[in-house]
């Protein structure tokens, strides 16, 4: 059985930071991509930013220069560091995978969230 389960949210000021963490476990064959999503009160959870297995990535346009996400192969871990926060970067933060287990082909994978709140 696997699992994603995130670490690292919390509460911090405008202009802080935040590194959230997102370890995979469980009878994992591989993992592909791996990815960040959040979403805010009253919205779509959207694509923070995405990276593959061989560390190629993309971040949405409203987080680039300020988020950073890089992942640990050998942990089975993809973090997300965030810089300058902004109030509007408040929303639970969700990672995504997409792993293949010793049981079972490819498919997507989420954790349960994490709150990020941001205050002004």
């Known amino acids: 059985q696997v699992q994603l389960v995130e670490s690292g949210g919390g509460l911090v000021q405008a202009g802080g930071s935040l590194r959230l963490s997102c370890a995979a476990s469980?009878?994992?064959?591989?993992?592909?991509?791996m990815a960040w999503y959040r979403q805010a009160p009253g919205k779509q959870r959207e694509l923070v930013a995405s990276i593959t297995s061989g560390g190629s990535t993309n971040s949405a346009a409203s987080v680039k220069g300020r988020f950073t996400i890089s992942r640990d192969n050998a942990k089975n871990t993809v973090y997300l560091q965030m810089n300058s926060l902004k109030p509007e970067d408040t929303a639970v933060y969700y990672c995504?995978?997409?792993?293949?287990?010793?049981?079972?082909?490819?498919?997507?994978?989420w954790g349960q969230g994490t709150q990020v709140i941001v205050s002004s």
């Open positions: 469980g009878n994992i064959f591989s993992i592909n991509a």
């Open positions: 995504n995978a997409e792993i293949s287990s010793i049981i079972r082909p490819q498919r997507v994978y």
